[in-house]
């Protein structure tokens, strides 16, 4: 039995693009409704074109606003569509931040997003047999996976989500949810993509064994293993380690940390745990700088955190990282991004961006001092040479010029001369002006 309430596919592939008659498009008649018998089910999303049949259509779109294509065509229905809605997951993106405002579960949804993606082999071509972000980890064969104990209360915090937003995979969602909950605590953008297409059963699910332990024989060495197989390198290993500077251990999940400290027994959130900073809701690089200076017995330090202090390759990321936060959160971002894509079948296979587009980057901001950096002082010689000039011809710092009226009148006169000269005869036949 499988912890998803469908075994469905969730992929959107399995459900019809609508087309609707140029002259129908503007009334917004279409709207996909869940059929009954499986409310979640994408494959029996039933397509209703009359709106006076369902007063409440309007609403139901802006809720849960559907891809509608209008090329047309009046055959409605097209072969092809992304794994996920983009105006969806924008919206879904907004209620996250809701959910981790009000419930503090960035770790824990970190952590899901994480375990997900973890299982990737990239020895093996096949998908999804090769493992990935496939959002198998909702099904129970994986999620009771002794390394994803806890997972569960996750997976139930993504579940009304996917109610709300049935035209986002669960894969992306969870991949969503980590990535917002990273840039919430304070952490890095994102170059997220999206489109990652769902397994859809549970004998899709990797065999158990492919995530790190804590406390291996030689934590370096089986970091380099199973972070190897994943395709990623010792600097990712390293920054993304760094994740733990959100979160706590619990004994009663992963036997790992103590049932509390003083950093955790008051929340917020659920009590308890043992947390590796002290400030475990906030993303900053004191997870590397608590490690180490090694200064408070209540912070936790796994043997694969004190591993990257040791070992000579990872030390120099981990020293890097604790001493300078902007190269930690780059780093970091990136890696967060390959984890995030391990595996993952894109439907498009480009995947689909959602604001935050990598290769767009930031303006840059106008900063008027930009433009007068090189402005250069006088010389003195030079400001004794205008003043002497100036002095000449009847001024002095303290008087201004004094003004010439005789000139000034000539002026005046001869501006009056040439304006008649020009407009004065305007009975000219070749007058072509205004
Ligand atoms: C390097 C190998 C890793 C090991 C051995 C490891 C191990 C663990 C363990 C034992 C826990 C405690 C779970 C519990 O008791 O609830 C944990 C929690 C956590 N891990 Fe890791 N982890 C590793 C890598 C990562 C990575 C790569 C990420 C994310 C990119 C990550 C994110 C987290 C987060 C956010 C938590 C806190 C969860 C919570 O507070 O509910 N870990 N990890």
């Given at each position: 039995?499988a ?40 494959s ?74 973890g ?24 999620i009771?996976h ?50 990652r ?7 899709q ?22 972070f ?22 619990r ?63 990872f ?30 079948k894109?439907?498009?296979p ?23 950096t090189?402005?250069?002082e ?57």
């Amino acid at each position: 039995m499988a912890f998803s309430l469908s075994a469905a596919s969730h992929s959107l592939c399995s459900s019809p693009r609508v087309s609707l008659p140029a002259a129908s498009s503007s009334s917004s008649p279409l709207v996909a409704i869940p059929s009954s018998s499986s409310p979640h089910s994408i494959s029996s999303l039933r397509i209703v074109s009359s709106s006076s049949l369902f007063p409440h259509s309007s609403l139901i779109q802006k809720k849960y606003p559907i891809n509608v294509t209008n090329r047309g065509s009046s055959t409605g229905i097209s072969p092809k569509c992304a794994a996920s809605d983009a105006a969806q997951l924008k919206s879904a993106k907004e209620d996250i931040k809701v959910l981790l405002r009000t419930k503090f579960c960035h770790p824990i949804l970190v952590r899901l997003g994480w375990h997900d993606a973890g299982t990737y082999n990239k020895n093996i071509e096949e998908w999804p047999q090769r493992g990935g972000a496939n959002a198998s980890i909702r099904f129970e064969p994986e999620i009771k996976h002794a390394a994803n104990a806890g997972l569960i209360s996750a997976l139930k915090l993504i579940e009304p989500l996917k109610e709300k937003y049935p035209n986002i995979s669960y894969a992306d969602l969870f991949q969503l949810a980590s990535a917002t909950a990273i840039e919430e605590a304070g952490g890095p953008e994102i170059p997220m993509k999206y489109g990652r297409v769902d397994v859809t059963a549970p004998e899709q699910c990797p065999e158990e064994g492919r995530l790190p332990d804590a406390g291996p024989p030689s934590p370096a060495d089986h970091l380099r293993e199973v972070f190897y197989r994943m395709g990623l390198d010792d600097k990712e290993i390293v920054a993304l380690s760094g994740a733990h500077t959100l979160g706590r251990a619990r004994p009663e999940r992963s036997g790992w940390g103590k049932p509390e400290t003083k950093y955790t027994k008051t929340g917020p959130g659920e009590a308890g745990g043992q947390s590796w900073t002290v400030k475990w809701l906030k993303f900053d690089n004191s997870y590397f700088k608590d490690i180490k200076e090694k200064r408070d017995e209540e912070l936790l330090v796994l043997p694969t955190d004190a591993a990257l202090f040791e070992d000579p390759s990872f030390k120099i990321y981990a020293e890097k990282y604790a001493e300078d936060p902007a190269a930690f959160f780059k780093d970091y971002a990136e890696a967060h991004a390959k984890l995030s894509n391990l595996g993952a079948k894109f439907d498009p296979p480009e995947g689909i961006i959602i604001g935050n587009d990598p290769t767009q980057g930031t303006p840059e901001k106008f900063v008027a001092a930009n433009y007068s950096t090189n402005k250069k002082e006088l010389s003195d010689s030079m400001k004794k040479k205008i003043r002497a000039e100036y002095e000449a011809i009847g001024g002095s710092p303290n008087k201004p010029l004094p003004t010439n009226y005789f000139l000034n009148i000539i002026i005046a006169i001869s501006v009056l001369v040439l304006f008649f000269y020009f407009f004065g005869n305007n009975n000219s036949d070749d007058f072509s002006g205004f």
